[in-house]
């Protein structure tokens, strides 16, 4: 799940070698922190939080398999 939020992030920005996904795993949830250079961040956020919004639905859709809910938190 962290490549495919890394791999989609590389993807939208350009400066993709500042891309930074950390996991964190709490009580309820496994949580990605997806970091990147500060230019890059209305590419990752989008209009009105667009294509952030998006990269939540494509993670949330991928972990439906997984017993726990995963999140994303741009940082």
Do not use: N, W
């Amino acid at each position: 799940m962290k490549q495919l939020v890394e791999t989609i992030a590389k993807a939208l920005v350009d400066q993709p070698d500042q891309v930074r996904v950390t996991e964190r795993i709490t009580e309820d949830a496994i949580v990605y922190e997806l970091s990147v250079f500060p230019s890059d961040m209305g590419k990752i956020i989008g209009k009105q939080g667009r294509v952030a919004k998006a990269l939540r639905t494509v993670v949330a859709a991928a972990a439906t398999g997984q017993s726990e809910k995963v999140t994303i938190e741009i940082v």
